[in-house]
């Protein structure tokens, strides 16, 4: 099935993982540009077209880490879901915790979905599926 590209803002610090989920939406059959930034403030501000981020564009899907730097990934949750311009965006979570207060915490503050990091590429590979299929559902009930 063919979808339209997509912009894509990925929030994470650890370039490690940026490789592996940069790899693993490769994998996908989306469509895609992905912007990246690497702490919650950057985040906050890319959104809002702030600072350097004047001429970024209006993403469709966030990726976003937990464990940030500046401002956490919770923080900047809450903060795209209490934005009447920004909570209509799809946030997925992606966090090397599988703590359930941490994912009930992130369903609370309205995650639209939860990942749990994978440790290997293979793993990350059925991740990149999951993310796809949330991706159409979401796309097929707006």
């Not at 990925?10 to 939406?25: A, C, K, Q, S, Y």
């Not at 500046?70 to 979570?93: F, S």
Request: net charge negative; proline share 6%; glycine share 4%.
């Amino acid at each position: 099935m063919e979808t339209n590209p997509i912009d894509i803002l990925l929030v994470e610090d650890n370039p490690g993982d940026v490789f592996l989920i940069t790899r693993m939406l490769e994998a996908s059959s989306l469509q895609y540009t992905l912007h990246r930034v690497d702490n919650g403030k950057s985040a906050t501000d890319f959104l809002r077209n702030l600072r350097s981020y004047e001429q970024a564009p209006f993403p469709q899907l966030i990726l976003l880490d937990l464990n940030l730097p500046i401002m956490n990934g919770k923080e900047v949750l809450a903060d795209i879901k209490t934005d009447q311009k920004l909570k209509h965006i799809p946030v997925i979570v992606l966090s090397t915790s599988n703590a359930p207060e941490d994912i009930e915490e992130s369903y609370r503050l309205n995650a639209d979905y939860y990942v749990t990091k994978p440790s290997s590429f293979h793993e990350f590979a059925g991740k990149a599926q999951d993310i796809q299929d949330f991706w159409l559902q979401w796309q097929g009930h707006n």
